[in-house]
């Protein structure tokens, strides 16, 4: 039993490791577009960012074929957190 746990935490930590080494919101390529650059996203320092659980943000460059687009993604801890987010920051 002590040995499953072991062999657990051992799992977890290494685990843990690579989310935090490929952790990145947006990936090398998407839908066959490459990126070509990323930059971290802050929305601001109010402090509405911070009850809303804002952890971090990307802002990436993908491109194709000289046709170009870029996302902004935004992780939350929680998708009530996200939701309101998205309701404060969208378009009317």
């Known amino acids: ?3 499953r746990l072991k062999v657990f935490g051992v799992c977890v ?3 843990s490791g690579t989310v935090a080494v490929f952790g990145a919101i947006w990936p090398e390529e998407f839908f066959g577009f490459k990126r070509v650059s990323w930059e971290r996203h802050q929305p601001g320092n109010d402090p509405i960012w911070q009850e809303y659980g804002f952890e971090e943000g990307e802002k990436a460059i993908y491109e194709l074929q000289g ?3 870029t ?3 935004e992780r939350y801890a929680d998708s009530t957190g996200a939701m309101a987010a998205f ?3 969208r378009p009317v």
């Open 71 to 73: 996302g902004l993604a």
């Open 13 to 15: 930590v290494l685990y």
């Open 87 to 89: 309701l404060l920051e």
């Open 1 to 3: 039993m002590l040995r």
């Open 67 to 69: 046709r170009r687009f």
